[in-house]
């Protein structure tokens, strides 16, 4: 079993920055951001693969990095020039693939599920 714990999740206003964090009990090859908002379907922000590749959604692209620390089992999300749009529970997941299937990534990409870090974003 694999268990991740995300960090980091904070009230900011607009135009701020955070930096989550997801620490995962083991390796995993592809990881992901997701959020979602209140009464929103979960939807994808970013992933990354083995290989370091990463995908953003568009919505995020220029503003979000993902980045992952193989030493620490530490998968990261910052968060630059934030908008109001991008509060919600954010979620790290993880999965054996080695490489995304689909931009941005899809729910049904992961098996396993961090319990999320709020993010509000106050205007």
């Known amino acids: 079993q694999v268990r991740l714990v995300e960090s980091g999740g904070d009230s900011v206003q607009a135009g701020g920055s955070l930096r989550l964090s997801c620490v995962v009990s083991?390796?995993?090859?592809?990881m992901g951001w997701f959020r979602q908002a209140p009464g929103k379907e979960r939807e994808g922000v970013a992933d990354i693969d083995t290989f370091s590749d990463t995908n953003y959604a568009d919505s995020v692209k220029g503003r979000f990095t993902i980045s992952r620390d193989n030493a620490k089992n530490t998968l990261y999300l910052q968060m630059d020039s934030l908008k109001p749009e991008d509060s919600g529970m954010y979620f790290c997941?993880?999965?054996?693939?080695?490489?995304?299937?689909?931009?941005?990534?899809?729910?049904?990409?992961?098996?396993?599920w961090g319990q999320g870090t709020q993010v509000t974003v106050s205007s």
């Open positions: 083991r390796y995993i090859n592809y």
């Open positions: 997941a993880g999965d054996w693939r080695l490489r995304a299937v689909q931009t941005p990534p899809a729910q049904t990409d992961f098996r396993y």
